[in-house]
């Protein structure tokens, strides 16, 4: 009976620095709920900001005197301000370059024109409304946004090299630098993937509208469909 008693007593007393033990583990990794054990999820309960870097590439289009196509290079700097796990403020700071490629255009036997210079800088600033998936317990964040700002467009000096006929009767032309500062319209859309509580990838696609010509809406307009790819970190 001694023995039977001395037993029950070490093996009350493990018990109790067993359950000690692992109510302190506990505390740092798993909930416990009487008859369930949850581990306890790494993302915070909301998040609050998200700042992203991102880069890729541009279509520009323009049909200002003529129709023109080109391709450069993108980049934008943003952060996002959660509102709720469907809505967000987000500003966005973008530059973007493009280098054209000019062919050779053979107009006829007697002249085979040219093309120089026309390198363009694009910087813009602008806020956009999100509406999309922001829940920290998925690891997808998605979203549409629509948003307003402005664009700085600088193209250098270009123009047409001809030959001594085309400068004899003045057939070549130069087209001054440009500096303009217009509003631009944007929609867009992203797909992100977060790798860990903080830390993510994403996909966004763009359209940009915009205005020219004293920033007449539907005159003149120039558009841009950027497609980046870069890291978040939301906290």
């Known amino acids: ?28 990794f798993i909930k416990i709920i009487p008859g369930k054990i949850y581990p306890n999820d790494i993302s915070p309960s909301k998040y609050k ?35 709720s796990d469907s809505r967000a403020f987000k500003i966005d700071a973008r530059f973007s370059y493009i280098s054209p490629k ?8 007697l002249n085979s024109p040219a093309y120089y210079g026309g390198n363009t ?4 600033i602008k ?12 690891k997808l964040i998605a ?3 629509a948003g307003i700002g402005f664009h700085y467009y ?8 001809g030959d001594s006929l085309q400068y004899y009767y003045g057939l070549t ?22 790798f860990s509580k903080n830390f993510g990838a994403a996909m966004e696609l763009e359209y940009n509208y915009i205005t020219n010509y004293y920033n007449y809406v539907l005159y003149g307009a120039k558009n841009n469909f950027p497609i980046r790819v870069g890291i978040f970190y939301a906290l």
């Open 102 to 109: 000019y062919p050779n255009v053979i107009s006829n036997p």
């Open 173 to 194: 032309f130069t087209v001054p630098p440009q500096n303009k500062i217009n509003v631009v319209f944007s929609l867009g859309a992203s797909l992100g993937y977060r």
């Open 1 to 28: 009976m001694k023995i039977l008693i001395r037993q029950l007593s070490i093996l009350s007393f493990l018990l109790i620095i067993t359950t000690d033990i692992f109510s302190q583990v506990s505390n740092d």
């Open 154 to 161: 600088t193209q250098s000096k270009f123009g047409e090299i």
């Open 49 to 83: 900001l998200l700042v992203s870097l991102s880069g890729g590439t541009i279509l520009y289009t323009t049909s200002v005197g003529y129709s023109q196509t080109k391709f450069g290079q993108d980049y934008q700097l943003s952060g996002i301000y959660f509102l």
């Open 143 to 145: 979203y549409v946004s």
């Open 121 to 124: 800088s694009m910087y813009t």
């Open 127 to 138: 806020a956009n409304f999100l509406t999309g998936s922001f829940n920290p317990g998925n």
